[in-house]
């Protein structure tokens, strides 16, 4: 059963439209992490979900029932949806405790973070926060903190559905690592279905069991990370998702012809010019000779974990942006002529 | 008087608190708020809404219509006979010389005082940024009467320049101060690692960005010559503003106090522009994101003694004596009446300025809400519009106000002359826009997002409104409430024209007190004027170190 469903949802503000009819199911307990450059339609996407914006046309599943189209409606209040945002959103006059207990049902005269005392601590634990900071004031807590009791809040009356509006971007790269993977432990103990929008390629692939690619208000793929990585739909969505080589060449049967000689296809293989995606990854650097075709190291990027090597083939057929990742110490040098060797097909799109 | 700029912003907000009419004040930025990270979409206001906010607007705008309708309702020939006579070109003559003389000494005051106390090592800033503001608690016209009361012979426009500009100054130096503290150190770094001396360095890249907020001061200080009445008339130094006042008591001829009134408010205009224009398009932000950094503040060294003289005549002319003089006649009162009567008097005239205050800072809360609301949340053309035609006629001299509002019951609505209402009207248009600044800033500190949060944690409207908005919103627009009520309770001009028979406010009380030269029997009541003002020079402070 799905979690969230939408079909045919077109969504904006006033006469633009920014959602022009997409459908998307999340599976009961699953993780989808909608990925989508700014202005694609993502944060919009969420407000149909949460109920801050009326769909136009479409409609909304959120646990089998209709919150919005076919004429119902259901007020964000009692969609039993958390929405965790970029800034966190928390409450500048509560207290952490008071902001995590915020959702919780009030229980007579007795001050709310008290009575809920037990619970605000659970989330705290939850979210890997030390009990210390129920009693501190957001303004006190660090970005990556923020972020945490943010997911706690969103946590505390226990949603089917947390929805995640690029809630790691706001923070440093370390923070965001260690944050990204506790907020998944925590989701996961939870059991709830998740929502994640971002715009980081990375992000979406280590968090989530499905991407789905929204550009320009539509989905272009919907498919788990391997697959959107490895097999994408266009070559598109092929450079979105990570570094990409274009070859053009021709194809037939299984193989494609290029300047690096004939590589193994696949995808949509038809006969005639077309072109080919290869990931810098893709490529091996072996003696001079010993590859299907030779190459001067032009450029070397040193990042540490590995490198990377801009390449000029010794032929001198020009091909833009060729490039190999190297992994350690086995970064050659500048000027160094190398073999080039293809690991794996190529994925080859109509030219 | 663009939203944009930050320096005219801090300017009104001087303005916001003192009592004269002025420009938007500054968006606070509440506890806690964090600066918005992305612009929200536009969404149309509701109907509703639309229609509150115009027709606030049109209130506001009433006055101007009603004046220029009046002006223009004589003979053509009448009018222009009576606005080339000489006495016309007097009165701008007088009006010329105040602001000419008045506005460059309130910038090189509030400019040098800025400068001294935000940027230098000058001893117990603290205490020097308070005392600086400390004149606004002190109503201008109550300062004339200490001045002239010690020394009779100030009359004229020397006395009334020393009274305006010690009152005025602190309208440049709030802003300018305000936007100091602001500055990056960065900038002065890179001008100093470029091979510039430190001086050279504050010239060219701290001095230029001070032009908006100089400017917007300097408009501040020049709407309120133009407004002046309690001190002119102190000083026997005729402008406009006390012409018509005189017109208005000899007996009053609508057309012709209209026709005085135009001309004020076509100087009214110009010094608008001319403020638009000296203020430029210069960008003054910060570029780029990251924590600002104090600069380390410039080592006063053997200049320290002269500076703290300076600052220390300032305050002592601007505060020290009119709160001294104040004293000294409140000494004489008692000495002289059988005490007991001057109390009960003054507890009396003392309740209904509060109550006139209470009631006409609801209704400039009330009257704000709609135009504030479309401004947060609905920001387009449409509520730039409705900004823009609120402040404008709120810049307007309280004079002006009255004798539309005056002319229009008169002829319109007969039983709302003489009333309270018709005075509060006046105060609500008066101050409008530091309600609908508070009213901003409160609503700024408690943004959509996060009323969307509460809903999605299951609050529905009533619940978002009680737990979140307000608990949120209440600290600015509590501090806009009071600044509009201090305002009123020191209010003159428009008070004189409007109170209804029988209705005594501690200006009025004070003011025909002093028009008898009975200084003891004023002196009460001024001091009464002050201790409520000083609440003023706290909330302002903390425009400064916010």
Sequence with gaps: ?351 | MSVSSSGTLRAAAAAGAAGGPGPEPDRQRAPGQRAPTRRRPRRPASPVLATLATLVAALTVLPVAVILVRAGSGPPGEALDYLVRPRIGELLAHTGWLMVLTVPATVVLGVGAAWLVERTDLPVPGLWRTLMLAPLAVPAFVSAYAWISVRPGLVGLGGAVLVTTLAYFPFVFLPVAALLRTLDAGEEEIARSLGVGPVGAFFRTVLPRLRPAVSGGALLVALHLLAEFGVLEMMRYQTFTTAILQQYAVGFSDVRGSLLATVLLVLCLLVLTVEVAARGRARVARLGAGAGRRPLPLPLGRWTVPAVAALGAVVALAVVVPVAVVARWLLVGTRIRVEGAGLGDLLLVTGSTVGLAVLGGLLAVALGLPGAVLLDRHPGPFAVLVERLTFLASSLPGVVVALALITLSISLVPGIYQTALLLLLAYAILFLPRAMVALRSGLAAAPPELAEAARSLGQNGAGVLGRVVLPLAAPSVLAGFVLVALAISTELTATLLLAPTGVETLALAFWSATAELDYAAAAPFAAMMIALSVPLTVLLRRQITS
């Design chain 1, 1 to 351: 059963m799905s979690e969230v469903r939408l079909s045919g949802v077109r969504a904006g503000y006033g006469d633009v439209e920014i959602l022009h009819g997409v459908d998307l199911a999340v599976p009961s307990g699953g993780t989808t992490a909608v990925l989508g450059d700014s202005g694609s339609g993502k944060t919009t996407l969420l407000k149909v979900i949460s109920g801050f914006l009326r769909p136009d046309a479409g409609q909304v599943q959120v646990g089998g029932r209709t919150v919005a189209g076919d004429d119902a409606w259901v007020a964000p209040e009692r969609r039993g949806v958390g929405y965790v945002r970029q800034d966190g959103g928390l409450f500048p006059h509560l207290s952490v405790a008071g902001n995590i207990a915020f959702g919780l049902p009030r229980t007579g005269i007795a001050r709310r973070g008290r009575a809920h005392r037990d619970r605000v601590l659970e989330l705290l634990d939850l979210v890997e926060l030390p009990a210390d900071v129920a009693e501190r004031r957001p303004d006190q807590l660090s970005g990556g903190q923020q972020q945490r009791v943010a997911l706690a809040r969103a946590l505390a009356p226990r949603p089917d559905l947390v929805l995640l509006d690029e809630p790691f971007s706001s923070l440093d790269t370390a923070l965001r690592t260690a944050t990204r993977e506790a907020t998944a432990r925590a989701l996961q103990a939870s059991g709830a279905t998740t929502l994640l929008v971002t715009h980081d390629q990375g992000e979406a692939m280590s968090f989530a069991d499905e991407i789905a690619v929204l550009r320009q208000g539509a989905f272009g793929q919907i498919a788990p990370p391997r697959t959107i990585y490895g097999e994408p739909v266009d070559a598109h969505i092929a450079s979105f998702m990570g570094e990409a080589i274009p070859i053009h060449g021709l194809a037939s049967h299984n193989q494609f012809r290029c300047a690096l000689g004939n590589l193994e296809a696949a995808g949509f293989v038809t006969r005639g010019a077309v072109v080919a995606i290869l990931r810098p990854e893709q490529l091996r650097l072996v003696a001079p000779g010993e590859g299907s075709v030779d190459a001067r190291v032009s450029r070397v990027t040193y990042f540490g974990h590995d490198s990377v090597a801009d390449l000029e083939l010794v032929s001198g057929t020009p091909l833009k942006g060729l490039r190999a990742r190297v992994v350690g110490p086995e970064a050659p040098a500048v000027g160094d002529t190398v073999g080039l060797w293809v690991v794996g097909p190529v994925r080859v799109f109509p030219g």
